[in-house]
């Protein structure tokens, strides 16, 4: 999801591929490795020392997991997560990576130096993590080799002016990244802050995937990539409003054919009347065919005069889309993140009914992730990349320190549920 971090200025001397050591900062952590499956629903906490104690100094946000649900990645604030950790300082994030199969912690961004690091993602075949990272004053986007260690700049050869990127999106070979490009100057005509850019790493090219925009004071952030990289879905945003909907639609969501150089609107109507208020956080499926996304828009289905935001589900190939409700009829719920199939989300349930839930499309089933220890609902929040291929395991941050016992530290937390 797109994350707004201010003007920042300077440029790293980093350039191209940043060499580093085979497997750097690869520690013991967190006690033995996961035990093999079959012992039923369950959650276990993910950010723990080596140890097998409790995080301290800071909370820990942004889990994704690997399509096989081995590796999971996070942020934190944390200091006592892998031995010699000297990033310190007040809410400095580090990206970590854990290795459920070895038992293993790493700190990703140790190399780059001290700074902010955040928002991982994980390509699908498990091999990559990209990532922002703070560097010589100025965020960029770093993709690294979970076998060799190896780490890359992944936001090169973009527009003139744009040395910045944020925010990355990965293909399921890892080959694509979809991120916001980051201008230093003066903004262009008509757009305010970042475009949508796709980087090749085998052919070193990138190229821009965002649309041209028709109205003034236009943005773009919240990039998502196909498993084969040739579709990326984004929103586009003004601070102002006035999109095709009217004044009230502040934003919208696009998708973009690399092959063709198709750009398409998606929060439209079935007959493609634009939504008529804003809409978010788009998520596409692995093969492309279906994106969801967060609207408060009225129109683009039939929604009743209360509610504030619904889930919309769009089939890219036959133009149909549907509202999602939330769980037990619930009005409010986010899709968090989306299947390869298009077949499940991950969806937080709001207002009535707290909670982070697998909602399975075909068969209406609604499965909790965020239990209390007393089996009830609680509240809870996921990234994109929360939720494993099969659905059967979503990782997810909360405050709340009854998900599991003994949870002491007063802090957020990153949980991984087994739903089975």
Known sequence: MGVDRGTRSGRPTLTGAVAVAVLVGAVAAGGPPAAAGGQGPRTERVNTAPDGSEAVGGGSYNAAISADGRYVAFDSEADNLVPGDDNDGALVRDVFLRDRRTGTTRRL???????NADLATISADGRYVAFNAETGGRYHVYVYEIRTGRLERADLGMDTGYDGGESPALSADGRYVAFVGRQSAVPPEKEEMGRIYVRDRRTGTTRRASRVPAEEGRAFDSPRISADGSRVVYRERSRRGGGPGGDRDWADIH????RTGEQRQ??????????TSGSTD????ADGRTVAFNSAAKNIVPVPDEARSYVFVRNTRTGAIRRVDGINGNQYAEADAIGPD?????????????????????TGQDTLVSPGTDGKPRAATAGPDGMTADGRKAVFESH???????DTNHETDVFLRHTR
């Open 266 to 275: 998606i929060d439209t109507t079935a007959d493609g009347l634009p939504a």
């Open 400 to 406: 709340l320190d009854d998900l599991v016992a003994g």
């Open 109 to 115: 961004n140790a190399p780059l130096g001290h700074g």
């Open 255 to 258: 998708l973009a054919d690399l």
């Open 282 to 285: 788009p998520l596409i499926s």
């Open 342 to 362: 298009g077949r499940r989300l991950l969806l937080h349930s709001y207002g009535v009914e707290y909670g982070l839930y697998v909602k399975d499309l075909k």
